[in-house]
């Protein structure tokens, strides 16, 4: 019901401008209704670190992976959405694997999956440039989950490390249709 509430809310914000945040956090907590597994929050950021000598270790922090779920409403006539999430990845490994992930999955009102994107993927690395992704066109109706995954996996005699700390992230719908019209009332008072 919040989520609901929350989305008519961003509508209703949105209507009025040609570019509208749908979320925004930098992760001082865990997001409202976000699932959480082993993630830790300093101001900013979330972060996922662990070294594994012979061990399997992986980490969850996710809007819409499990209950609750909570997906934010793109608004209608929004010719596109952008992504942005700033961070630092350090990923690394003898013999075994590391890495962090992240995804986008959208959803419609009726609840039929539209996509479900595997955005980013990096194994024993270091990076540091911005995830920006892109939603061009998408359907009126359309709600975006979010999930981030991390893991280090060592085998015997083996090591691997992760530490990912994820800054800030931004949504913003971008479109001209999102605008009011000029012969609105709020239209009409904005022109004076």
């Given at each position: 019901?919040?989520?609901?509430?929350?989305?008519?809310?961003?509508?209703?914000?949105?209507?009025s401008f040609a570019d509208c945040v749908i979320f925004e956090?930098?992760?001082?907590?865990?997001?409202?209704?976000?699932h959480n597994d082993r993630w830790t929050f300093n101001n900013?950021?979330?972060?996922?670190?662990?070294?594994?000598?012979?061990?399997?270790?992986?980490?969850?922090?996710?809007?819409?992976?499990?209950?609750?779920?909570?997906?934010?409403?793109?608004?209608?006539?929004?010719?596109?959405?952008?992504?942005?999430?700033?961070?630092?990845?350090?990923?690394?490994?003898?013999?075994?694997?590391?890495?962090?992930?992240?995804?986008?999955?959208?959803?419609?009102?009726?609840?039929?999956?539209?996509?479900?994107?595997?955005?980013?993927?990096?194994?024993?690395?270091?990076?540091?440039?911005?995830?920006?992704?892109?939603?061009?066109?998408?359907?009126?109706?359309?709600?975006?989950?979010?999930?981030?995954?991390?893991?280090?996996?060592?085998?015997?005699?083996?090591?691997?490390?992760?530490?990912?700390?994820?800054?800030?992230?931004?949504?913003?719908?971008?479109?001209?249709?999102?605008?009011?019209?000029?012969?609105?009332?709020?239209?009409?008072?904005?022109?004076?």
């Open positions: 019901m919040k989520s609901i509430l929350f989305s008519i809310l961003v509508l209703f914000a949105c209507s956090t930098v992760f001082e907590e865990l997001p409202p209704g976000w900013p950021g979330a972060k996922a670190q662990h070294y594994s000598v012979g061990e399997f270790w992986e980490c969850d922090m996710s809007s819409s992976l499990y209950p609750p779920q909570v997906y934010y409403f793109v608004p209608d006539g929004a010719d596109s959405v952008v992504v942005h999430i700033e961070h630092v990845l350090s990923a690394a490994t003898d013999e075994g694997g590391a890495g962090g992930q992240f995804w986008i999955s959208s959803t419609t009102i009726g609840g039929g999956l539209i996509y479900d994107e595997h955005v980013f993927w990096y194994s024993s690395i270091t990076d540091n440039d911005p995830i920006v992704y892109s939603i061009i066109d998408p359907p009126d109706g359309t709600y975006l989950g979010f999930y981030f995954h991390a893991e280090a996996d060592a085998g015997p005699f083996e090591y691997a490390s992760i530490n990912w700390k994820i800054h800030s992230m931004v949504v913003t719908a971008y479109g001209s249709a999102m605008e009011l019209q000029s012969g609105t009332w709020a239209g009409i008072k904005s022109a004076f």
